[in-house]
């Protein structure tokens, strides 16, 4: 009876071994940094797996919208997220390990208007109008000089909002901006472009859940890795590879 049962414990060994080398993630589409559908998956993801590989790990990675990839990866079902940015709230729900590396946040506008300021408070006193997705990061200070707020659900409407002088600003990583317009949304290509200099330079994390157990375990391998990745120089390579170059406002 023991020796029918040992093929099947065998197997069920080698599973739970295989499964325990294998970290389940969840990412939103964050084009140009992470995508199912971008060469390696984007720059994010291709370091991400990398990190763990140097630790001996693999990463399957289940893409879904953003509010459904953080609700997800909270509840822990997920160890970790990729491509997020720190808040004080995301803290008493994830740690947060070494940063992947930083973007450059600008504020989008219409083309043909114009604005000087020198403070975010400067952009509330000429009674200016803030759009942006519900779930998603604000610059810091922004929101507390009481500018008018409006919130929609996804990228595109937003962008629908700004072509449509609905909202004057909004503020939002400058690859990806890029690439939505470039890419997603070229009816708005000739509407808007950007202010530079960018208003901030944000880290990206890989978030790890603190309701899965193996959550502090995980972050110490990715930091290993990241450590290795940093001191050879290949994230630097990658994000060479696989980011578009820096550029100006269309023209």
Not at 32 to 44: F, I, K, T, V, Y
Not at 182 to 188: G, K, N, Q, R, V
């Amino acid at each position: 009876m023991m020796k029918l049962c040992l093929p099947g414990l065998f197997l069920l060994l080698v599973s739970s071994l295989l499964n325990a080398n294998t970290v389940l993630l969840a990412s939103s589409d964050y084009s140009p940094h992470s995508g199912e559908h971008l060469p390696e998956e984007g720059a994010l993801t291709a370091i991400v797996r990398r990190a763990f590989a140097l630790q001996g790990m693999e990463v399957d990675i289940h893409y879904m919208p953003f509010a459904r990839a953080m609700q997800a990866t909270r509840q822990g079902h997920y160890a970790g997220i990729i491509g997020v940015k720190h808040t004080p709230e995301r803290e008493e729900q994830f740690y947060f390990p070494t940063p992947i590396y930083h973007t450059s946040i600008v504020l989008f506008k219409r083309r043909s208007e114009q604005y000087n300021f020198t403070s975010y408070l400067d952009l509330a006193h000429q009674g200016l109008r803030y759009g942006s997705v519900l779930g998603y990061s604000h610059p810091v200070g922004f929101l507390e000089t009481n500018i008018r707020h409006y919130q929609v659900s996804n990228e595109e409407q937003l962008f629908q909002l700004l072509a449509a002088d609905r909202v004057d600003l909004i503020a939002g990583d400058k690859l990806n901006g890029i690439y939505l317009l470039e890419h997603e949304f070229s009816e708005y290509l000739t509407q808007i472009d950007w202010i530079e200099p960018p208003i901030e330079q944000q880290p990206l994390y890989l978030l790890f859940s603190r309701q899965h157990p193996e959550a502090l375990s995980l972050k110490a391998a990715f930091n290993a890795g990241i450590e290795h990745m940093q001191q050879h120089g290949e994230i630097d390579q990658l994000t060479q590879r696989l980011l578009p170059p820096p550029r100006l406002p269309f023209e």
